[in-house]
């Protein structure tokens, strides 16, 4: 088991004053399967009355409006969270009775549809039937799916944003895990297997010393159903374990943005990230 402390700050510089801004932020983790939140908090700077509430996807979302004029808008969330090995039960579900439960179940028919960030292109998409082909789980094919996917593509930063496709992503084969994820979504959905997009924090350093804090970055990663919802971090190819923390879960992207909105103002403006992740025990 490990006790993470997680500091997340962001926001916008605006290049002048504005005069109001309308926000959602989704930055705060929720209690589930293999992880408790013991501490959780969101301050705004400037002082705004906020509207917290959960959306339908199950994510902790605080929509706030700033009605006074700013140069600046600052959210620091802070979360203690106690996270544990998650276990994965073995299914007897095939193929025939997957694709029963993903026509008849909501939940699954919209994990299952294709949006502008996961439609895959034809060659992935031909990629992803062919090792479905070989497996009479669904399981081991999406399994292999993604560890294919996250072998032919290169984690790189700075070559893709928050709006590149999957396409976009596979044909140059390098992008962050955000995209890396988008890919491995789209590469399931494909062979009919219903995906979703996982957004929340991974510890980077495995052995990291009890107390020490590591410079770290929000994460994204795949849950597929098979009979069960089974995560996958295709980035680093590995189960989802006592490192990641998860914070909300979507179609894509588009869902679980840590941090939307619109301002009142001629300026332009910039994002700035920083995240700290300290093992407490």
């Known amino acids: 088991m490990n006790r993470l402390r997680i500091r997340h700050v962001t926001g916008y510089r605006y290049e002048g004053e504005v005069q109001a801004s309308y926000n959602e932020a989704r930055m705060l983790p929720v209690s589930s399967e293999g992880q408790f939140v013991l501490h ?19 994510t902790r979302v605080s929509s706030f409006e700033v009605l006074t004029p700013h140069k600046e808008l600052s959210l620091t969330a802070t979360s203690l969270v106690e996270v544990r090995n998650r276990a994965h039960t073995p299914h007897t579900v095939d193929w025939s009775l997957l694709a029963d439960a993903a026509a008849t179940s909501t939940t699954y028919v919209e994990q299952n549809k294709q949006t502008k960030l996961t439609e895959p292109s034809p060659d992935l998409a031909a990629l992803a039937a062919e090792i479905a082909a070989k497996h009479s789980s669904p399981c081991d094919a999406a399994l292999e799916i993604c560890a294919e996917i ?122 700035f990230v920083t995240v700290e992740i300290t093992r407490e025990s």
């Open 40 to 58: 959780s908090s969101l301050d705004i700077a400037p002082v705004s009355s906020s509207h917290n509430y959960v959306d339908y996807w199950g």
């Open 150 to 271: 996250g072998r032919q593509v290169e984690y790189v930063q700075g070559v893709t944003g928050v709006q590149s496709t999957s396409r976009e992503a596979w044909l140059d084969k390098r992008g962050v895990c955000q995209d890396i994820t988008h890919i491995a979504i789209g590469a399931l959905r494909s062979v009919g297997i219903p995906a979703r997009y996982v957004s929340g924090y991974l510890h980077p350093k495995p052995d990291a010393e009890i107390g020490e804090t590591i410079a770290g970055e929000s994460h994204a990663w795949v849950e597929w159903f098979c009979g069960d919802w089974r995560g996958f971090d295709p980035t680093n190819s590995i189960d989802i374990g006592e490192r990641h923390v998860i914070v909300g879960r979507g179609r894509d992207y588009n869902d679980v943005a840590p941090l939307r909105g619109v301002y009142a103002g001629p300026f332009g403006s910039q994002l």
